[in-house]
């Protein structure tokens, strides 16, 4: 298997993930001090911690590579048997944040539950489990899917369905993470281009003014469109201000590492939502095309892999899970560059979130057994194959 699995996809996937961890255990140092200093207050520690979020952040990690090691080795084919149950679970999982005692608030948003001592973000799962039921679904109705009825109803049930609960907590980013993931894998199935525009537009359209309901949200598209007013800039605007500042202080080589300024303070949620910023500021310009690099090759490697596979189950899960990376990693970029209003979506593999890393390693992994089934590795496996029998006789 591993002969045959997509090794530089593979290699880019720890890589990014362990540049993140040092990322985390730079970036998040006041962050942690801080919140490990309230702890103190309430008799939850004993002593104030930089660390905090790095430990943390290690404990994401061995679980998340844990949980790629295992999807890697299960076939992918498995996850079509149970498809239909794994999204309505997770379906249950985000009705539950609106149920007292099992919703974990963190942040504006409503998007957490809390079981025991663990926190979960369904929405990140609801992320995966959607890309397994839409494939299903879509290669059952591979001849019907540019029709009205069998076609372009059953999907917009479905994408309603998994983007109205989110727009409900409200999550901003995963509601339109979730639309794209939907809407490309609907399209590239034969979906009608006229369908998949309507679906997107009714999406927006039934689940946008869901999510404007929250003053919160609307102050953010307000300091999108209103950047110059000096007003703005200091109080709903900042942590955008903040962002850009960090982002031109580094220049084109960047500050050094553990050496921003921003990180102490000044720009919010900097180990998760806007470490491309912080990233930016210690790293530089040049620096940071290294890890766009990283990106724009795992994005390759996973489009390769879904034209590569061997039916359309493959095909379809391996599209829905590079198109996910694909647009946070894009979405994430633009926020903090200020082309987007402010989302709380995470940088793939890099940001701070247990469920994130967890959804997005487990997806990975998916990705790479794919890889092993597809036509160009059974080709360089049978060609090997070949090799040692000649050479054997």
Known sequence: MFRRIDLLLL??????????????ASVSVFESYQITSRLVDQGLREMPSNSFYLLRSFIHMAVGMTAMGITMVIPYRTWEQFALPLFGGTLLLLFAVFLPGLSADYGTASSWIRLGPISLQPSEFLKLTLIFYLAVWLQKREQLIGTWKEGFIPFASVLLLGTILVAMQPDLGSFLVLSSIAVVMFFVAGGNIFHVLLGGSIAAVMGLPIILNKEYVRNRFHAFLSPDDPTIAETIGFQIKQALIAIGSGGAFGVGYGKSIQKFGYLPEVQSDTIFAAMAEELGFLRLLIILGMFSVLIWRGYDIAKQAPDRFGFLVATGITTWIAFQAILNIAVNLALFPLT???????????????????AIGILLNISTYSGKSRRTEERRKTRRSVRTS
């Not at 290699?11 to 985390?24: D, K, P, Q, R």
Request: aromatic letters at 6%; zero cysteines.
């Open 11 to 24: 290699g880019i996937t720890v890589g990014l993930t362990l540049f993140g961890l040092a990322m985390i």
């Open 344 to 362: 709380g979506i995470t940088l793939p593999l890099i940001s701070y979130g247990g469920s994130s890393l967890l959804a997005n390693l487990m």
